[in-house]
């Protein structure tokens, strides 16, 4: 069974840095591109970072200059560095596989690794 396991979520301090990992297990079909949502509480998941096979990348607004995805294209491995971490980061992490089959374009999740940001 295809699977994707996070790890390196916990608390951290204002201003501080935690690295998220991402690497899948079990036989998946292609991955066109990798990315990390997140989810605080209230509010609707958001997608935080994203990588395509290509390299490309994407970030919402609030994290450019702080956060950083990176891939290891033959490991299906995604990274997430974070710097200079705020409260309203707060959330849970969820790591992203985007792939497609022949019904259409579909998603692999993780499960979710809890980040807090607080003094």
């Known amino acids: 069974q295809a699977q994707l396991v996070e790890s390196g979520g916990g608390a951290v301090q204002p201003g501080g840095s935690l690295r998220l990992s991402c690497v899948t297990s079990?036989?998946?079909?292609?991955?066109?591109?990798m990315g990390w949502y997140r989810q605080a509480p209230g509010k609707e998941r958001e997608l935080v970072a994203r990588?395509?096979?290509?390299?490309?990348?994407k970030y919402t607004d609030s994290v450019k200059g702080r956060f950083t995805i990176s891939r290891d294209n033959a490991q299906n491995t995604v990274y997430l560095q974070m710097n200079s971490l705020k409260p309203e980061d707060t959330a849970v992490y969820y790591c992203?596989?985007?792939?497609?089959?022949?019904?259409?374009?579909?998603?692999?999740w993780g499960q979710g690794t809890q980040v807090t940001v607080s003094s």
């Open positions: 079990g036989t998946m079909l292609v991955i066109n591109a």
């Open positions: 990588i395509d096979n290509g390299g490309d990348t």
């Open positions: 992203n596989a985007e792939s497609a089959d022949g019904l259409g374009p579909f998603d692999y």
